[in-house]
């Protein structure tokens, strides 16, 4: 069994809601009233809030209710739709009444006024099913992953073990990914974090909520909100450390936010299979550091991870070099590597090249064929972000820092790229753009 609060004291804040603390007494007496009017018929659980503390509340009921929260691909309706389709017996629970359709789905009360929670802590049994969470379709049809309360448990822990206790903890991504699950809500229910209840987007709206926080601080974000951090260079309160993950950050970006921002920053590696299992800080060194007590073996087949939370070990879609028992770099995706005329480079590098020139704002380099496991002489096309650069000038700087044979036809200019919530591309999208 494990505690629904790790070292649950009941007056200490769990999160922060519109600049004040909620205790967690009280966010539990609020769980367990939700959890109360959860029907028997749902089997599992859609949490939709648009804000954290809703998602927290949605996620806590269901766990007291042994109903699984599903964490979806994406949020736009069609991956909603196409969610609901393959759980017609999953109830919407959400702050946002326009996505309450269904009948049966739930709207949220956000107000955390009942009498405080009196009793222990509830308990959870460590095999529970907590959550599937769906992979981002970013490499093809995204796919359920299923989660125990105790897999949720140990990367949370992990995680705390690396960075600290009691972080007050802003982030730009959403709940409803693994990621933002793990840094945020896990972070304070199992690590001893404090959770803020927005989501900020735009860099003035993570100042002031920023602002609103206690230190030590903790801002949680992805390449994409990082660039537009450094560009926009708002005036941040001091930040213990910035986290980073879901896409490639480029050192460049990771050398300008810890200047600007004179705080360090950490990437986290990892997977929705097998959650977060390694962090690095870029700028003091390039090789990635699991967490205590994983283990990565390579074999012919490719690399697997192995840790005693997991029921078995999970294949990794990227290719690693293993140093260490403790380090390792990583190469790239084992279906972005492709070989034309005889010479190999993974499509991240071509990538991480293109964002380097500069007028760039955002790229992605990418094989339009439906097959990637060949990859063999296929040639990569790009779609671009560069207001200010034609294709002739981008291929022109391309070609001053590739071989020839990598350099991507076509390279299409465009206004922005398809990235969901957490910065991610879906192939889908992708194509759509590139030959639309």
Known sequence: MLALIHDYRPQAPLLWLEGAPVSQAAFLAAARQLASELPDAAREVLPLAANRAGFMLAFAAALLRNKP?????????????????????????????AQCTAPGDHCLRLAFDLPDWTGPVPELPATQLAAIAYTSG??????????????????????????????????????QHMYGLETTVMMALAGGGIADAGQPFFPQD???????????????????????????????????????????????????????????????????????????????????????????????????????????????????ECLDGEHFRLLGRSAELIKVAGKRIALAELTQTLLGIAGVEDGVVLLPEADEATAVNQRPAALVVAPGLSEAQLLAALAARLDPVFLPRPLKKVAALPRNAVGKLPRAALLELLHG
């Open 138 to 175: 970013s490499t093809g049809a995204p796919q359920p992953n299923a989660k125990t309360w105790a897999m949720l448990i140990a990367t949370a822990r992990l995680a705390m073990d690396r960075f600290g206790q009691g972080l007050h903890i802003a982030a730009t991504v959403p709940a």
């Open 206 to 320: 993570v100042r002031a909520t920023l602002e609103a926080l206690p230190a030590p601080r903790m801002l949680v974000t992805t390449p994409v909100h990082l660039r537009a951090l450094v560009a926009a260079a708002p005036a941040l309160p001091e930040l213990k450390l910035l986290l980073s993950a879901t896409a490639p950050l480029p050192l460049a970006l990771a050398q300008d936010a810890e200047a600007r921002f004179n705080a360090p920053l950490f990437e986290i590696y990892g997977c929705t299979e097998a959650g977060s299992i390694a962090t690095r800080r870029p700028v003091a060194d390039p090789r990635w550091r699991l967490y205590p007590e994983l283990k990565l073996e390579t074999l012919a087949a490719g690399s697997f991870l192995h840790a005693d939370y997991l029921p078995d070990p999970v294949p990794l879609a990227d290719e690693v």
């Open 69 to 97: 929260c599903l964490l979806p691909p994406a949020g736009h309706p069609a991956a909603l739709a196409s969610l609901r389709a393959a759980h017609p017996s999953a109830m919407v629970l959400s702050d946002q009444p």
